[in-house]
């Protein structure tokens, strides 16, 4: 495999302090060498730049004891004094800005990023955080340089969790995107990398739900057009430093297994990539998966399947180290195999310029919270917003802009508030929709209604709960920063509820199947520490397993008799105790309360909608809630309190517009039929409410685009462990239904035309162009979208699929012609039939936009060509794998190591569930070519059942019974004499627990 050679150009001297931090920590400092310079005695090899990068690394290696190398693959790698090596840690999350270290500027999530459509912003952000890590590592030398992000699964399913982590559903722009991200967090020097980034997660991960041990079952054309395509482009950029596998099984394997590490990755670049796992998955290969009986077996098959840096109990690598040795010593793994991992790790080491900061570009890097970069993080949350509908209000005209003057009643859960995701850093900046709307249009002009419901607790001894007044200073949660802020323990330093007779007012917070949040008058939430006391003592919701959200539960039908108020997190129910309220291990124990209301949420939104000109109802999510890392969500609806608020506003003032603030898409048809106006943007980071108002005002005109579709209601999705786009119509490739809002959608406050469209092809490039004009009076940015659809394909193929786009910024009148250059292999797909990559020759048609569903022009281009014949199954055979439809199977694990199988769904893992005799499914191979004729059939199978051939799904060739064979992977070949010629349709039938890998004929 091919090395990056270093380059010694740079003569730039390292800083004092820079010195200092090495030799605070025993790194020996050379000074820089001259041109001229040769290896010494004191100055070896690894440390002369002259020296190509390979040999360092050889040199360096080599120099490591055996136990020495064991330990670097561990996240915390320790230091090596003697060789003046510093401790060195793989993992810095960097989604949207430096994360987990404190304060940072904190750009839009990365679904909104994703809405931006603009690649060159993009990397402008990436840019922006990988100056910032060097700046902070400066300071802190717990900050890492090997950034894990960005997170490239593609947003597939709506519902999925960590939909708020990714790009888009689309391939194609979800590899622009990250393409962009990790070019600017790489940096452009030639040899020194500002960050490492590594994409997440590898492969087709998009469920929560039982994480890590579900399989998605991800059919041969699934895996190459639609989930290897996220994570190729960028390593083929070149900004890539390596990936982390995600913590799902695939096709029955756990992706820290992943054959397709070493059969994809790994082609698509000569450079070498480092493979960390995920936090806690080695340990999940046996404690949680069971695929290895031993840890020794487990860590051994992931260092070989290539994984190079174990994230596994937390800071220290004992364990880890422990089972590497315990693999070495039982032959499992060998000396060459630990060298190949390490050698990739102080291959990004080197490239970092750990060994050379004489030379580092980066070393002295001070861009920290900069002018430049707080108007990035505006600019980008301004990018981000997507107008989904702006119609008529009463008097005709759209509802926005808003005019000067406008009286605007804010209200609504999002409001006033900013909120972050598990993947942020602490907040430098603060803007909220309504800290923006009245910096913009004056405070005077602005009024707020949050429209929770104000309740008090009362007892059943008539006592209500009070939050005591407390004189202790307070304090700023993760202001230094944690290397784990799931670690981060709660206050215990305050007093916990009392009960008093007039007791405290909450605000009662719901946030959807009956998730709430209590906060108290001064503005903290009511909380549970290790003490399991209760107390108002956080900021807002959060942490690893929140300890905010509580759960009303009624005694009975009887809603007069009182509700239990159960702690979520803890599971425990809250009582009511001499020393304080706190939460009961026993329900018996548990307090039972009445809740008073005070005040009404709709009332209180109504009055403030009846006063003002204009309404904004600011709906969405809490990002550490009702679907996040660990959850999934139930549902597209809106929360049902949320609802009855923009009822209540809109019921009082017809001009209302729904902002919605949240990580990932909703089912709102209601709203959008009702309501003049609607907007989306995804929590926007420091400067998300400075942006919004000014899209609000018009000083910027909206040109963010929806990344994934917005389905109408939750009868339009697939089950979320259904991973096959193709046969369950998923994403708007496939998806057969209306959207509520289309991929791609996204409106202005102008008006665009396209005009002569043409295309022509030549035998690698498809060449496009097209005019676009701003023909409306505002200056704004179109996004230009070109899609193509095949006329007449052999398979089925995407209704449409986007090749390229350009964001544009016009100004009124202006037009400009757009040139664009799409490779042939952008029309093809995967042809199972023959096992490749196949642009099939046909006719295309080209379709210029601006969404999916928002076409302009159309053009039609030939591709020459022959067309593939059909599956020549007498010479090939078929793996089973291979199908071009199937009912009721999923696709397991051929051995541990490589290759699949297919099973009835229902089989169970170990082919012992109680059902698993009675499961069936069947296989479909269409245009079979059997030639003049073909009289056996042999099948490679596992397991016990039976398996039916026949053609056409009527006549019916061979019945084959499968015996016992023993564990899932004892395969043994069974054959049958059939009579089959010509071609036609082969349909197989599944019964039981059998397992098959292949099919093969004899004439």
Known sequence: ?????????????????????????????????????????????????????????????????????????????????????????????????????????????????????NPALVRRVGEAVSREARAMRAKDDRVGLNIWAPTVNLLRHPLWGRGEEGYSEDPALTSALAVAYTRGLRGDHPTYWRTAPVLKHWLAHNNETDRDTSSASVRPRVLHEYDLRAFRGAVEAGGVAGVMPAYNLVNGRPNHLSPYLREHLRTWTERELLVCSDAGAPSNLVDSEKYFATHEEATAAALLAGVDSFTDHGTDGTAIVARLRGAREQGLIGQEDIDTAVRRQLTVRFALGEFDPELDPYADEQAFDSPEHRALAQETAEQAVVLLKNGPAEDGEPLLPLRPGTRIAVVGLLGDESKLDWYSGSLLHRSTPLNGLRERFGADRVVFAEGVNRVRLRTASGARLRVPESDVRDETHLAEGALDPALVAGRTDLPPLTTDGDGSEFALIDWGGGLLTLRAPDGRYLSVADDRRVRASADQPGGWVVQETFRLEARGTDHDAGHLLLHVGTGGYVCVAADGVKVAADRESAEIFTVETVERGEDAVARAAAEADVVLVVAGNDPHLCGRETEDRSTLALPAHQERLWRAAHAANPRTALVLVSAYPYAVPDAAAALPALLW???????????????????????????????????????????????????????????????????????????????????????????????????????????????????PRPHRELLTHRRLPLAAGASETLSFEIPRSALGFWDVAHGRWTTEPGAYEIQVGASSADLRRSVRVEIDGVRPGPRPVLENGLSAVDYDEQRGTEIVDRTKVSGDAVTPAGAGAEGESASAADAEGELVFQRCDFGDGATEVA?????????????????????????????????????????????????????????????????
């Open 681 to 795: 943007t995804a929590h926007g980071g420091q400067a998300a409410g400075t942006a919004l108002a000014r899209i609000l005002a018009g000083d910027v005109s909206p040109a963010g685009r929806l990344p994934q579709t917005w389905y109408a209601s939750d009868a339009d999705l697939p089950d979320i462990l259904d991973y096959d786009i193709v046969g369950s119509r998923q994403t708007y490739l496939y998806f057969d239904g209306t959207a509520l809002f289309p991929f791609g959608h996204g409106l202005s406050y102008t008006s665009f035309a396209y005009e002569r469209l043409s295309a022509s092809v030549d035998e690698e490039v498809v060449r496009v162009e097209c005019t676009v004009t701003n023909t409306g009076a505002v200056a704004s940015d179109e996004v230009v979208q070109v899609y193509a659809r095949a006329v007449d394909p052999s398979v």
């Open 939 to 1003: 099948v490679e199978v596992a397991g016990a059942g039976r398996v039916e051939l026949s053609l056409d799904g009527r006549t019916v060739l061979a019945g084959i019974d499968v015996p016992e064979t023993g564990g899932r992977y004892d395969y043994t070949t069974l054959g049958a004499g059939i009579l089959a010629r010509g071609v036609g349709d082969l349909h197989i039938r599944l019964r039981g627990r059998v397992r098959l890998a292949r099919i093969d004929f004899a004439g």
């Open 1 to 117: 495999m091919g090395r990056v050679a270093l380059s010694h150009a740079l003569t730039e001297p390292v800083s004092k302090s820079s010195i200092e931090a090495l030799r605070k920590i025993g790194v020996p400092i050379y000074p820089p060498l001259p041109r001229d310079s040769h290896v010494t005695a004191e100055r070896p090899p690894f440390r002369d730049p002259a020296t190509p990068v390979a040999r360092r690394v050889d040199d360096l290696l080599d120099r490591l004891a055996p136990d020495e190398r064991l330990a670097m693959l561990h996240q915390f790698a320790p230091a090596v004094p003697r060789l003046g090596l510093a401790a060195f840690r793989t993992g810095q999350e960097a989604l949207h800005g430096v994360a987990w270290m404190g304060p940072a500027t904190v750009f839009p999530q990365a679904v909104g990023l994703g809405a931006t459509w």
